[in-house]
């Protein structure tokens, strides 16, 4: 089954700080992807990648940065933690051979600037 | 802006009934049409997918309607459960094959 961990699991974060939240995949997926999830606005996408080393700005990206040194790995990194950015961040993988048509999810971490 | 709109953003029905949650796009290149569900307090799973070229996917006891000349889709679930109250996520696959979006969700909750 496909396995995608993300740490920390919450974080506590104070204004103007720098935060880095990470992912890891074991699936061999080259597709992966970073959403928040806010009450109201469902799952928007904010970083995505579909190789090592590339990452492509999704439909929210003002105030994050994503890193993708390794097929397996893909971080997003708050440089100036801001109180709007207090949300739930979801990581998931995906298979390029079947397109994308099932994102693998990870359980998630709860973010709260302070 | 949200590329991917559902409505309504709650909805309750009781158990048996016949929910309905809708979706529309504005995208015409989008090319595949997948529906999560999240319960609480865990991540979003993938539930039932269309492509455009069929007009109805069926699995179970949930539907997927599909209009393309209107840019619409529902997701019926017939004789519902308390077990089905979850939200419910529609997506859309676009640009490049593998960026993918999603709605708002829709909050469903079913009365026993």
């Known amino acids: 089954e496909a396995a995608v961990t993300q740490s920390p699991r919450s974080k506590v974060a104070v204004t103007g700080g720098k935060v880095t939240l990470s992912c890891h995949q074991t699936?061999?997926?080259?597709?992966m992807y970073w959403y928040r999830q806010d009450t109201g606005h469902g799952l928007r996408l904010i970083h995505y990648?579909?190789?090592?080393?590339?990452?492509e700005k999704g439909d929210i990206p003002d105030g994050y940065k994503a890193s993708r040194p390794s097929q397996e790995n893909f971080s997003l990194i708050l440089e100036l933690a801001s109180l709007s950015q207090t949300a739930v961040y979801f990581c998931?993988?995906?298979?390029?051979?079947?397109?994308?048509?099932?994102?693998?999810f990870g359980s998630g971490t709860r973010l709260t600037v302070l | 802006q949200q590329q991917v709109r559902q409505s309504p953003q709650s909805l309750t029905v009781w158990e048996g009934e016949t929910a309905i949650l809708n979706c529309s796009y504005e995208?015409?290149?989008?090319?595949?049409f997948p529906w999560y569900w999240q319960f609480p307090r865990e991540s979003p799973a993938l539930l039932i997918a269309?492509?455009?070229?069929?007009n109805k996917k069926e699995d179970g006891r949930f539907t997927i309607f599909f209009n393309k000349r209107e840019k619409k889709l529902s997701l019926h679930i017939t004789d519902s459960q308390p077990g089905d109250s979850a939200t419910y996520f529609c997506?859309?696959?676009?640009?490049?094959?593998?960026?993918?979006?999603f709605g708002s969700g829709t909050r469903l909750l079913v009365s026993p």
């Open positions: 990648s579909y190789v090592a080393d590339s990452t």
């Open positions: 699936n061999n997926h080259d597709y």
């Open positions: 998931a993988s995906s298979d390029r051979d079947n397109s994308a048509e099932t994102l693998y």
């Open positions: 269309i492509r455009p070229v069929s």
């Open positions: 995208d015409s290149t989008f090319d595949y």
């Open positions: 997506a859309a696959r676009g640009t490049g094959g593998y960026k993918v979006v």
